[in-house]
């Protein structure tokens, strides 16, 4: 017979030899053992169950202190239990369940796309699913494509921990998005050995960019990943972080996840998703990780396996508080409108942002398209001189102001964190500090831009 670890991999190289080919060695290590939280739920429906170490009253309640079961108080006596008690490794079945029907609800789903993606394994956060992925799939040399710019975190989660080699090319070109951007990342590159597998980031909406897809750019995309995959296996992650947080009526909130189920063996997209952002429940680390294969398949399990062991490895079970937290959202009947409220509110943010940057001087500062998520990217132009880590120390020694600063030209103002009514100064303060280092350049060096009319003071 078979041990545990051969039964997974087989599962895998039978019914999806490309991604068996993209394991890293970790990822074909790892299976979730049938040890203690296995052998604890086989006997959880037993009269006397004398396996797991944990406080129970012998029928099964948890025994919390009073001073913290207070604090539940509100819920019932089946979810008191569930939030003291340990999850299951792969996470709540009802929330699992849940979510799925979230997910599948928000953009009107079909039947294909039910039978085509699994039950979500919880995690906890998106970082985490993250690097969970990478794991499994990431290791020494590893090519990940991605975007630039792009959320730092992508350095440390696959680069720093596991080794991969992170390719980029421009997000955008000419202020137009670069559709074949991770093509270009494969040829910038030159690299990579015939049939070897990559591993392509999506995260839209994008954390710097606050810009999701136009129609057209999510055919120009599909396409181009089709045509890498026709090379080689090719895994997506779409990092769905901003999920739904979308303010123009021409741009669709569904996730890339959803285009790209079912177009081709060597075309693998995987859904990176949590309470995070869309529930507002930053504190809660609340992350879900979902594959692209039926509910109960021999692959999906085998996969929901290997990301289980890989929770039981690192964090043991994911939190179950947070997990009852978010069950009491997805059981309200409210959860839609409340959701919706919180994008009315960004929307409103957006809107304000928008009007302020559109009036800020080009010379000075060139946003780039944003219609979505939490943030604005705006670029320096090189011929001033200034820096954006320049910027953001004058704007934080001087201007009583913090934006974030990515690579040497690009600033990140996060508007979801800033009340709408602030928004305005908040950028005329950015461009007050430019105007103030620019003509400090100028001084120093006559051939830099003069730019004193802008150089104004912080109110
Ligand atoms: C693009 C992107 N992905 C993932 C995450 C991580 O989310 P979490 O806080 O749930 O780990 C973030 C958080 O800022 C993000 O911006």
């Known amino acids: 017979m078979m041990d545990l670890v051969s039964r997974v991999n087989a599962a895998l190289e039978e019914g999806c030899p490309s991604l068996a080919k993209a394991l890293s060695g970790l990822g074909r290590r790892v299976v979730l053992p049938a040890g203690i939280p296995v052998q604890a739920q086989e006997a959880k429906k037993c009269q006397f169950n004398g396996t797991i170490g944990m406080l129970t009253d012998g029928r099964g309640n948890a025994i919390p202190l009073p001073s913290m079961a207070a604090a539940f108080s509100g819920l019932s006596k089946e979810d008191q239990n569930r939030a003291f008690l340990y999850s299951p490794v792969a996470g709540i079945p009802e929330l699992r369940k849940r979510w799925r029907e979230w997910q599948l609800g928000a953009v009107g789903e079909g039947e294909s796309h039910r ?62 998005f670069n559709s074949n951007v991770f093509e270009q990342a494969i040829q910038q590159d030159g690299a990579l050995a015939p049939d070897e597998p990559v591993i392509a980031i999506l995260n839209l909406p994008s954390n710097p960019g606050g810009y999701s897809l136009s129609d057209e750019e999510r055919v120009q995309v599909r396409e181009s990943l089709l045509r890498i995959a026709d090379q080689r296996p090719v895994l997506v992650f779409c990092d769905d972080a901003y999920a739904g947080l979308v303010f123009e009526d021409a741009v669709s909130p569904r996730s890339m996840f959803w285009d790209l189920l079912n177009l081709h063996d060597n075309l693998l997209p995987f859904k990176v998703d949590g309470a995070t952002k869309e529930f507002s429940l930053f504190g809660g680390r609340v992350g879900f990780l979902t594959f692209p294969f039926e509910v109960d398949s021999p692959v999906a399990t085998a996969l929901e396996n290997k990301a289980a062991g890989l929770v039981r490895a690192t964090v043991g079970s994911p939190v179950a508080s947070s997990q009852v937290l978010l069950l009491q959202a997805l059981r309200s009947g409210t959860v839609d409108e409340e959701v919706e409220d919180v994008r009315l509110l960004l929307l409103e943010r957006y809107r304000k942002l928008q009007a302020a940057l559109a009036q800020v001087d080009p010379t000075l500062l060139r946003p780039q398209p944003f219609n979505s998520g939490c943030f604005a990217l705006a670029e320096i132009p090189e011929e001033l001189g200034v820096g954006a880590e320049q910027l953001r120390r004058h704007l ?22 800033v009340d709408g009514d602030s928004l305005q100064e908040l950028v005329d303060r950015v461009a007050a500090g430019l105007g103030q280092l620019t003509l400090a350049a100028h001084q120093s060096s006559p051939s830099k831009p003069d730019v004193s009319a802008a150089a104004g003071s912080f109110s």
Do not use: K, M
């Open 396 to 417: 934080l020694e001087h201007g009583d102001t913090g934006v974030v600063s990515i690579g040497d030209r690009y600033v990140r103002i996060a508007h979801c964190s």
């Open 115 to 176: 039978a085509s993606s699994s039950l979500p394994v919880v995690t906890g956060g998106l970082s985490h699913s993250l690097s969970i992925l990478a794991d499994l799939f990431g290791g020494e040399g590893r090519a990940v494509l991605v975007p630039s710019p792009f959320w730092g975190n992508y350095n440390h989660v696959f680069g720093t921990r596991t080794g991969a080699r992170l390719i980029s090319a421009p997000a955008f070109q000419g202020g137009v």
